[in-house]
């Protein structure tokens, strides 16, 4: 089992939607969840980061750890155009301070 | 500005010559990273740092080399030994507990 997976999608949704984005974990000693968001060709950008379980909110953005299940997710709100990138989660934990990525998301937020 | 600076922007290697790709950074962080990023595929480590003079390994080392002889500066060379070179290479430093900041990317294609 790889230690995290995310669906690559493509996702594509309407202007307007509520998005979902999904990870799961296999580690348990992870502790630190991040989603980044990479626009084609560009380094990927830091969005969320949580610590806990529980939602995390800034704007439209909602980040959701459940880590007695160990799947995290990101739902974004009135999505816009301006949304249309690849999303990565990103986990991290112990003392080795390295991150583990997933694949990445394909969305795309149609007009 | 503060931010981490990557050049060149575009590489083209031939076969058996050694590049080195750049990456500066003016955070004040100590820890920096080395990743590459194939079609699909998600961020994986090459090498890490977490202070002057000291890195080690990640996932794929194999057919790298790296120096840190400066807190600001992490250079990565790719050498000949690496058989499959072509990809986009991204560096990244650590603020905090976990949180990574990547530069722009540099894009390496073998000719």
């Known amino acids: 089992q790889k230690e995290v997976e995310q669906d690559p999608g493509p996702l594509s949704v309407p202007e307007g939607a509520i998005v979902s984005l999904n990870c799961t974990y296999s580690?348990?000693?992870?502790?630190?969840f991040m989603w980044y968001r990479q626009y084609s060709r560009k380094g990927p950008e830091l969005l969320m980061y949580?610590?806990?379980?529980g939602n995390k909110e800034d704007g439209r953005f909602t980040a959701q750890v459940d880590k007695s299940s160990k799947y995290i997710s990101l739902f974004i709100r009135d999505s816009q155009p301006s949304d249309s990138a690849t999303y990565l989660c990103?986990?991290?934990?112990?003392?080795?301070?390295?991150?583990?990525f997933g694949k990445g998301t394909l969305l795309t937020v149609n007009p | 500005d503060g931010g981490i600076t990557q050049s060149p922007k575009y590489l083209f290697r031939k076969e058996g010559q050694n590049v080195t790709l750049s990456c500066e950074q003016n955070?004040?962080?100590?820890?920096m990273y080395w990743y590459r990023q194939d079609p699909g595929q998600g961020l994986r480590l090459i090498y890490y740092?977490?202070?002057?003079?000291?890195?080690q390994k990640g996932d794929i080392a194999e057919g790298y080399s790296v120096s840190r002889e400066k807190k600001e500066s992490f250079p990565l060379t790719v050498t000949s030994a690496q058989k499959n070179p072509t990809a986009f290479y991204l560096c990244?430093?650590?603020?905090?507990?976990?949180?990574?900041?990547f530069g722009p990317g540099t894009r390496l294609t073998v000719l």
């Open positions: 990244a430093s650590k603020a905090g507990w976990n949180e990574q900041f």
């Open positions: 580690n348990s000693a992870f502790q630190y």
């Open positions: 949580t610590y806990s379980s």
């Open positions: 990103a986990i991290g934990g112990g003392s080795n301070y390295k991150l583990t």
């Open positions: 955070l004040n962080h100590d820890a």
């Open positions: 740092s977490q202070i002057v003079n000291d890195f």
